[in-house]
């Protein structure tokens, strides 16, 4: 199975930008679906991006749409989370997470395998 971690995360003043990776271990990450997830203290667990494996299409929540970018390097094993424009509400402890399959899920329920996870906070 792969192993999934986090780096990257931190503090930044809002209008800011951070790049959040997602190195894997174990298997290369090229055959998996990857996507980025986000929880802020006391609420759910929330979509931000995912790529898909087969031919890279990106999906995006539309509270990041146009912010954020998610891309994948394969040599490397490792997908990015470009992240410009934050702002508070951005804060959050950011996951990453693959699946196998055809399939790019927005849900956190379908994903196997996750990282630990990296702070991320925006000072106002």
């Known amino acids: 199975q792969v192993q999934l971690v986090e780096s990257g995360g931190g503090l930044v003043q809002a209008g800011g930008s951070l790049r959040l990776s997602c190195a894997a271990s174990?298997?290369?990450?090229?055959?998996?679906?990857v996507g980025w997830f986000r929880q802020a203290p006391g609420k759910e667990r929330e979509f931000v991006a995912a790529?898909?494996?087969?031919?890279?299409?990106?999906y995006y929540a539309d509270s990041v749409k146009g912010r954020v970018t998610i891309s994948r390097d394969n040599a490397k094993s490792t997908v990015y989370l470009q992240m410009n424009s934050l702002n508070p509400e951005d804060t959050a402890v950011y996951y990453c997470?693959?699946?196998?399959?055809?399939?790019?899920?927005?849900?956190?329920?379908?994903?196997?395998?996750w990282g630990q996870g990296a702070q991320v906070t925006v000072s106002s």
């Open positions: 174990g298997r290369t990450i090229s055959t998996y679906n």
């Open positions: 997470a693959a699946r196998n399959g055809w399939v790019v899920p927005t849900t956190a329920s379908a994903y196997a395998y």
């Open positions: 790529i898909g494996w087969t031919n890279g299409r990106t």
